[in-house]
Every structure is written in structure tokens, then in C-alpha cells.
């Protein structure tokens, strides 16, 4: 009873996180596409683009986050 206790509680825990997840996702999207209205826009986003190489290169070797990976595919 007490394995099914603590598995509802992941299970909801890992919900929300989804949940939270998914917001960020969307505020991300909107302040990218206002940084793109903006004249230097498209150059911040490839010095932020090179910068996370850089830190993946620095992790020595350490493989990001799936989703990490997509969002750098999505720059």
C-alpha cells in the first residue's frame, strides 16, 4: 500500500513537472519570436546558439538532455 502511496505521488510530481514543462515551452516560442522582431534579434540567437556548443564541449563529452538536443536543433 505504501509502494502505491509513493507511486500516485511520482506519478502526480512527474505530471506537474510535465505540466510546467509544457508552459515554459510556449513562453520560450513567444520570447524568441519577439526577439526575432527585433534588429539584432537573429544575431543574439546564433551568439546564444554558439555559446551552448561551447558548454556542450566544455561538459567533456557528456551528452545534453534529450530535450536539450531539440532545442538546440530548434534555434
Known sequence: MEWDR???LLSR???ELIEQNALLQQEIELLRAQLRRHPTGELQIREA???????????HGHTPLPLAQ?????F
Open 49 to 59: 546558439r554558439r555559446q551552448m556548443g561551447e558548454w556542450q564541449e566544455a561538459a
Open 70 to 74: 531539440q532545442e538546440m536543433a530548434a
Open 13 to 15: 510530481a512527474c505530471d
Open 6 to 8: 509513493d507511486n500516485d
